[in-house]
T-cell receptor, first 114, second 115 residues
Framework: AQSVTQLGSHVSVSEGALVLLRCNYSSSVPPYLFWYVQYPNQGLQLLLKYTSAATLVKGINGFEAEFKKSETSFHLTKPSAHMSDAAEYFCAAHLSGGYNKLIFGAGTRLAVHP | GAGVSQSPRYKVAKRGQDVALRCDPISGHVSLFWYQQALGQGPEFLTYFQNEAQLDKSGLPSDRFFAERPEGSVSTLKIQRTQQEDSAVYLC?????????????FGEGSWLTVV
């Protein structure tokens, strides 16, 4: 079955440090991949998406992600963390082949400390 | 409206009560989705509509869950005889077209607590 795995349910970084949130997908999942962010008591906001164009995708708020087919990965990075980046981050894959649904990972909670 | 709108934002129901959650998608969006998000977990797919047709309801956890979109715009998710395990955030989402790769926009969710 198709799946999305996020390594690390909690990540903590210092303000100004590199942010790296990991996401791997199962090989049968088509290459439509998304990162969403969820702030407390809010819905999901799209950060960026990969739809088989450029493998390095730039999103909002300085985030970017690189699609690596050989590693079945789509890790999210930001060069310098800001306090406002503290939130829950979800990686998701959009199924095709007669389906139309997003499959989400379990999420990674990012904490940013001074 | 500018975004996906859901109501009520918060609902407390006594076990056994029926609840109805409303979703108003982005104007003109053909596709509408319902997801369930339990505390500390990622959203899980419940059902999908294309216009008024419910094309996929494979994620509905039991026959107590029912969704409709009679005119292809507003949708209602109904939960009958609520149980404590139904406590979750119910997220509605919409997109302008079907198929993978289209951006799916989410509402802020309806937080259901069953006591």
């Amino acid at each position: 079955a198709q799946s999305v795995t996020q390594l690390g349910s909690h990540v903590s970084v210092s303000e100004g440090a590199l942010v790296l949130l990991r996401c791997n997908y199962s090989s049968s999942v088509p290459p439509y991949l998304f990162w969403y962010v969820q702030y407390p008591n809010q819905g999901l906001q799209l950060l960026l998406k990969y739809t088989s164009a450029a493998t390095l995708v730039k999103g909002i708020n300085g985030f970017e992600a690189e699609f690596k087919k050989s590693e079945t990965s789509f890790h999210l990075t930001k060069p310098s963390a800001h306090m406002s980046d503290a939130a829950e981050y979800f990686c998701a894959a959009h199924l095709s082949g007669g389906y139309n649904k997003l499959i989400f990972g379990a999420g990674t909670r990012l904490a940013v400390h001074p | 409206g500018a975004g996906v709108s859901q109501s009520p934002r918060y609902k407390v129901a006594k076990r056994g009560q029926d609840v109805a959650l409303r979703c108003d998608p982005i104007s003109g969006h053909v596709s509408l989705f319902w997801y369930q998000q339990a505390l500390g977990q990622g959203p899980e797919f419940l059902t999908y509509f294309q216009n008024e047709a419910q094309l996929d309801k494979s994620g509905l956890p039991s026959d107590r869950f029912f969704a409709e979109r009679p005119e292809g715009s507003v949708s209602t998710l109904k939960i009958q005889r609520t149980q404590q395990e139904d406590s979750a955030v119910y997220l509605c989402a919409s997109s302008s077209a079907g198929g993978p790769g289209n951006t799916i926009y989410f509402g802020e969710g309806s937080w259901l607590t069953v006591v």
